[in-house]
């Protein structure tokens, strides 16, 4: 069983208010990624990390924004939430240095913005 | 955009019969994943594909890695009800990459 865990699960919240989503990994993962998924739809890459001090966007653009500091941690901010923002955020992490390569998921956060 | 197609998008199935899901792209990819998906929950890793041609199983589930490298399949032997869920398969395209690019998904429904 993968050791990836985020908070909260489920957020409501009012637009205008900055949110902090927080993932964290206790597997010693270097690479980690945010994706960002509809309900019953597919997922997105939003952001992903192959290390501490390194962020990168991903392939579809997010007003969020996120930081590594710690190897086993990875947070996702938005500053200021819209009804836009609604969605489930999942984050994963990968192996560093090897061949096997699976990426693990957490069990998601689900946002909705009001 | 979307490089990797899943089909079928959706299927019922009775209780015990196989299924058979794919997924397809227009480039070559180094890596499969294939997920499975619940509501309001993660994916779960099913099976993970290195090489070209490889056969792997997991239980009731087989994967195969497609010999031209731009395709994978799954199958499920004598389904059950809590085989419901999405199915995704993921790829990455190429050695010092470590994107995955998720499928459309497969919708699974099984009637007892």
């Known amino acids: 069983e993968a050791d990836i865990y985020q908070t909260p699960r489920y957020l409501v919240i009012g637009t205008g208010k900055k949110i902090t989503l927080e993932c964290s990994q206790t597997m010693g993962h270097d690479k980690m990624y945010w994706y960002q998924q509809d309900p019953g739809m597919e997922l997105h890459l939003i952001h992903y990390s192959y290390g501490v001090n390194s962020t990168e966007k991903g392939d579809l653009s997010s007003e969020s924004t996120v930081s590594r500091i710690r190897t086993e941690h990875f947070p996702l901010t938005l500053e200021s939430a819209r009804p836009s923002h609604t969605s489930q955020y999942l984050c994963?992490?990968?192996?560093?240095?090897?061949?096997?390569?699976?990426?693990?998921f957490g069990q998601g956060t689900r946002l909705t913005v009001v | 955009g979307q490089q990797l197609n899943q089909s079928p998008q959706s299927m019922f199935i009775q209780e015990g019969e196989d299924v058979s899901m794919n997924c397809t792209s227009s480039s070559i990819f180094n890596t499969w994943l294939w997920y499975k998906q619940d509501p309001g929950e993660g994916p779960v890793l099913l099976i993970a594909?290195?090489?070209?041609?490889e056969l792997t199983s997991n239980g009731r589930l087989t994967a195969q890695f497609g010999i031209t490298r731009k395709d994978s399949f799954l199958n499920i032997s004598a389904s059950i009800p809590s085989d419901v869920g999405i199915y995704f398969c993921a790829g990455r395209r190429f050695s010092g990459t470590y994107k995955y690019i998720f499928g459309t998904g497969t919708r699974l429904k099984v009637l007892a």
């Open positions: 994963a992490s990968t192996a560093f240095g090897s061949e096997r390569t699976e990426a693990f």
């Open positions: 594909l290195y090489k070209a041609g």
